[in-house]
């Protein structure tokens, strides 16, 4: 196969790029969306992932996500958009059953070897989470992008929102943050072999332990950290009702983030972010933090709140499945809709 730098042909800097929630609302106002009173998560939820009652028992749950390359592998880009997508699911407490690949590619310029290599990621994902791939759908590209559409399923007394926090709950992240800004040092070829092979683990790595752990804890709400950030994700999390504190000296990072930043490796969309979700940010800190949390990540972790009591269940069922987790912050009653990093 011939060798071929997937991140040369990204224009958003090694990271998905999204229309955030209020750009979509008004995009969508005076659209008349259809209604239906089985749809228990729906469009102007701005949830992971949609969710609809077939029963009393079951609801079926679905997404779609794809993006342009985050790293050269073809393989590696296969697995991690696949896992990206299979983590809106498990982000909602659901267990994936089916899905659908969506290409964007063009055979002429690239060959069919790195198209080939980039299904074989997606489907070897797919075959770790238990689900089936049915098919899927191809447009012809100059611009490589690809991902999936994902069907689940949940008991409706099971579906976790992003909403929920109460005061007091504490915050919990599985995966370390940064992923945007070491994608966009492997453009600028400045990130070593050894930091590749941790963020490639990371983010291939599927969030079905951590939605195990979440789902026996009984959290209150939860969300994937992906394309707006630690500050994004945690906005929807809060809206206007809460607050949250972040615990600044305690969120993980990749150890060649703060370099990287250093040496202007910043992503277009930690800027976009940092615009978009600014004014919701107290920072009480100097230093990284404040690019940390705008970074917009690819397969990033989840994002828990659980009531403190129901700690040592989350801990015990992480301790099982070997996850790594963060406490890195706490729900609080003021200032509502805001974030303060301290």
């Keep these: 196969?011939?060798?071929?730098?997937?991140?040369?042909?990204?224009?958003?800097?090694?990271?998905?790029?999204?229309?955030?929630?209020?750009?979509?609302?008004?995009?969508?106002?005076?659209?008349?969306?259809?209604?239906?009173?089985?749809?228990?998560?729906?469009?102007?939820?701005?949830?992971?992932a949609g969710v609809y009652r077939i029963s009393e028992d079951a609801c079926m749950v679905q997404t779609?996500?794809?993006?342009?390359?985050?790293?050269?592998?073809?393989?590696?880009?296969?697995?991690?958009?696949?896992?990206?997508?299979?983590?809106?699911?498990?982000?909602?407490g659901g267990v994936p059953k089916t899905a659908l690949n969506m290409v964007c590619f063009s055979p002429k310029r690239f060959g069919m070897g790195i198209l080939k290599e980039i299904l074989r990621g997606g489907i070897d994902k797919v075959r770790e989470s238990g689900a089936s791939l049915l098919g899927g759908h191809s447009v012809e590209d100059e611009e490589i992008?690809?991902?999936?559409?994902?069907?689940?399923?949940?008991?409706?007394?099971?579906?976790?929102?992003?909403?929920?926090?109460?005061?007091?709950?504490?915050?919990?992240l599985t995966k370390p943050l940064g992923t945007g800004i070491l994608s966009t040092g492997i453009r600028g070829k400045r990130l070593s072999p050894e930091g590749g092979e941790r963020l490639i683990k990371t983010m291939t790595e599927l969030n079905d332990r951590?939605?195990?752990?979440?789902?026996?804890?009984?959290?209150?709400?939860?969300?994937?950290?992906?394309?707006?950030?630690?500050?994004?994700?945690?906005?929807?999390?809060?809206?206007?009702?809460?607050?949250?504190?972040?615990?600044?000296?305690?969120?993980?990072?990749?150890?060649?983030?703060?370099?990287?930043?250093?040496?202007?490796?910043i992503p277009s969309g930690l800027y976009n972010n940092r615009d978009f979700y600014v004014p919701h940010v107290i920072m009480e800190q100097s230093g990284f933090t404040g690019d940390l949390i705008f970074d917009p990540q690819s397969s990033g972790g989840l994002l828990i709140a659980l009531a403190e009591e129901c700690s040592d269940r989350f801990r015990?069922?992480?301790?099982?499945?070997?996850?790594?987790?963060?406490?890195?912050?706490?729900?609080?009653?003021?200032?509502?809709?805001?974030?303060?990093?301290?």
């Design 1 to 48: 196969m011939e060798e071929t730098r997937l991140t040369e042909h990204t224009r958003f800097g090694g990271c998905a790029a999204k229309v955030g929630p209020s750009e979509l609302a008004r995009m969508l106002c005076g659209i008349d969306i259809p209604q239906d009173e089985n749809v228990i998560a729906g469009i102007e939820g701005y949830e992971d």
């Design 64 to 92: 779609i996500d794809f993006f342009t390359p985050v790293v050269d592998d073809p393989y590696h880009f296969g697995q991690i958009a696949a896992a990206n997508a299979l983590s809106d699911i498990y982000a909602m």
């Design 145 to 172: 992008k690809y991902g999936l559409s994902v069907t689940g399923f949940v008991h409706p007394d099971r579906i976790v929102f992003n909403k929920g926090a109460q005061p007091g709950d504490v915050l919990i």
């Design 210 to 265: 951590a939605a195990q752990a979440m789902l026996s804890a009984g959290a209150r709400a939860a969300t994937d950290v992906t394309g707006f950030g630690l500050a994004g994700h945690l906005k929807e999390m809060i809206k206007e009702s809460i607050g949250v504190e972040i615990f600044a000296g305690k969120l993980p990072f990749f150890p060649e983030v703060p370099g990287l930043i250093e040496a202007g490796f």
């Design 316 to 342: 015990a069922s992480a301790l099982q499945s070997s996850l790594e987790y963060w406490v890195i912050g706490r729900f609080i009653e003021e200032p509502r809709g805001k974030i303060v990093a301290r």
